[in-house]
Nanobody
Framework: VQLQASGGGLVQAGDSLKLSCAAS????????MGWFRQAPGKEREFVAG????????NYADSVKGRFTISRDYAKSTANLQMSSLKPEDTAVYLC?????????????????WGQGTQVTVSS
């Protein structure tokens, strides 16, 4: 299984950014997917997750209403649309997948991880 995250960059507060996670060497429709982030000196934290059928989604309280997770079955990608970005959103964003329908926010439930993409939000 390979996961390739992309779309990060340097933006200003209030801007939008879209991250993508391309998955390969797996049956995409049989894995749930998630986005996590890790800022320097902080623990990895859950951002958003989506079930294998795209029906169930949940978000960290800190991003609810600003971020939207989705998945594109034709491209085997999971996307994270981020809007109204804040400096506190600055982190390395990592995508992950887990076998099964959906297993929530705990990173221990995810089986494979991508390498991450840096998002920096300036004030």
């Amino acid at each position: 299984v390979q996961l390739q995250a992309s779309g990060g960059g340097l933006v200003q507060a209030g801007d939008s950014l879209k991250l993508s996670c391309a998955a390969s060497e797996l049956t995409f429709s049989r894995y749930f997917m998630g986005w996590f982030r890790q800022a320097p000196g902080k623990e990895r934290e859950f951002v958003a997750g989506i079930s294998w059928d795209g029906v169930n989604r949940n978000y960290a309280d800190s991003v609810k209403g600003r971020f939207t997770i989705s998945r594109d079955y034709a491209k085997s990608t999971a996307n994270l649309q981020m809007s109204s970005l804040k400096p506190e959103d600055t982190a390395v964003y990592l995508c992950a997948v887990g076998r099964g329908y959906y297993a929530g926010i705990s990173p221990e439930n995810y089986d494979y991880w991508g390498q991450g993409t840096q998002v920096t939000v300036s004030s």
